[in-house]
């Protein structure tokens, strides 16, 4: 297994953020982000792996449309077409019937790719999960509109990585950061 220091991928997100981010006995730090959403971080230590999470949905909307179905359906493909567990995915949890975006790093994601960019384009998915969800018209960080299908994080067209800089999130966005 690869040697990656969680405590220094932390502090550096922390220093980044301009939040600090402190675990509770289970490994696990929630931080809210503006009034809407709360991201989870789980440090799991013992295989060396960080989940990200959020609530995206309290539940599914009912009657759901068939076209939304499909998109929620696509996302779930995601590791397998983006090289293995590096992209978000969207479950609906069975005791209550919450869905959530979660993602999971691993030590070779870690080594890799920066936890602030991984962290920050979780954000943008949860936001566009939830505004496509809601059936809003127009999902503000990607400039999608209401029937178009959701991405999977390395599926982006030709013209959407020509505007892929104008989609990613600062944190400036989304204040205010802070610890729950």
Do not use: W
């Amino acid at each position: 297994m690869l040697n990656i220091n969680h405590e220094e991928l932390f502090r550096s997100l922390s220093e980044k953020i301009g939040c600090p981010i402190a675990f509770n006995e289970e490994g696990i730090c929630d931080l809210t982000v503006g009034e809407e959403f709360i991201v989870s971080l789980e440090d799991r230590k013992d295989d060396g792996i960080i989940i990200m999470s959020s609530v995206v949905a309290p539940d599914l909307p009912d009657p759901i449309s068939y076209p939304l179905l499909l998109d929620l359906m696509s996302l779930a493909i995601g590791p397998c077409v983006s090289g293995g567990g590096n992209s978000p995915l969207v479950a609906r949890e069975p005791d209550s019937g919450v869905l959530v975006a979660y993602e999971v790093l691993t030590p070779s994601v870690l080594e890799k790719q920066d936890l602030t960019e991984l962290f920050t384009d979780f954000l943008d998915f949860c936001m566009s999960v939830t505004a496509k969800i809601a059936g809003n018209t127009e999902i503000e960080e990607t400039g999608a509109e209401k029937g178009d299908d959701l991405e999977l994080p390395d599926g982006q067209s030709d013209e959407e990585e020509e505007s892929s800089s104008a989609g990613s999130a600062s944190f400036a966005s989304h204040s205010p950061l802070m610890p729950v």
